[in-house]
């Protein structure tokens, strides 16, 4: 065996150590959302793919929804954050750190605090928190975007975000920035709008 090769071994033990270490974290996330009482699926009893009624009880309770495309965007931010941050890290460990930061967050996202917080000032008045399979492929959503923001050229990766958030904004009326805006500083304006008016 060459140096090359016992490198390359260990780069790859490196890489499987930083992945397996992102799927436990997913499955911590899955437990500490069970634990604090989360339904693992929709209480319709369903699991779709896709359901697109943003104004819906079963909003964030299936696989896949508008916000995903925020997750995904939380994954092209997370990958030039950590590039920036930990230039030195393999892709591998920056993406387990990545999904900590989403994990935590959805945990926090669903703690009554949080969940009364979107209520009371976004548009997410139905929002009752989400189902353990709608958090668990926000993170996988995030992953993808992580994943894109490795192979795409910055420009696309930038553009790509440009067009989510504007897209969504189009369509529904919010998207990631208007969320963070309406969640920590709430603006009438904001809310008019989305309301409709």
């Known amino acids: 065996m060459t140096r090359f090769d016992a490198r390359s071994n260990e780069d790859v033990d490196r890489r499987t150590t930083w992945l397996f270490v992102a799927g436990l974290v997913v499955l911590v996330q899955a437990v500490a959302l069970l634990w604090m009482g989360r339904v693992a699926i929709c209480k319709c009893g369903d699991i779709k793919l896709w359901h697109g009624i943003v104004k819906s009880s079963e909003n964030s309770q299936h696989l896949t929804d ?14 030039a954050v950590l590039t920036v941050l930990l230039p ?16 935590g967050w959805e945990i926090v ?8 917080r979107y209520r009371t000032a976004t548009i997410s008045l139905d929002y009752f928190g989400d189902s353990v399979i709608n958090s668990l492929m926000d993170t996988v959503a995030m992953v993808s975007g992580f994943v894109l923001a490795a192979t795409l050229p910055v420009p696309a990766s930038v553009g790509l975000g440009v067009a989510s958030e ?16 309406m969640l920590l500083w709430p603006m009438d304006a904001i809310a008019r709008w989305q309301g409709g008016g």
């Open 109 to 116: 996202e669903n703690t009554d605090m949080v969940i009364n």
């Open 88 to 103: 030195r890290a393999s892709w591998a460990a920056r993406l387990a750190v990545a999904v900590a930061i989403e994990a």
């Open 66 to 79: 508008w916000y995903t495309l925020s997750h995904v965007l939380h994954g092209l931010i997370f990958y």
């Open 166 to 181: 504007v897209f969504m904004a189009w369509m529904i009326r919010d998207n990631l920035l208007l969320n963070v805006v």
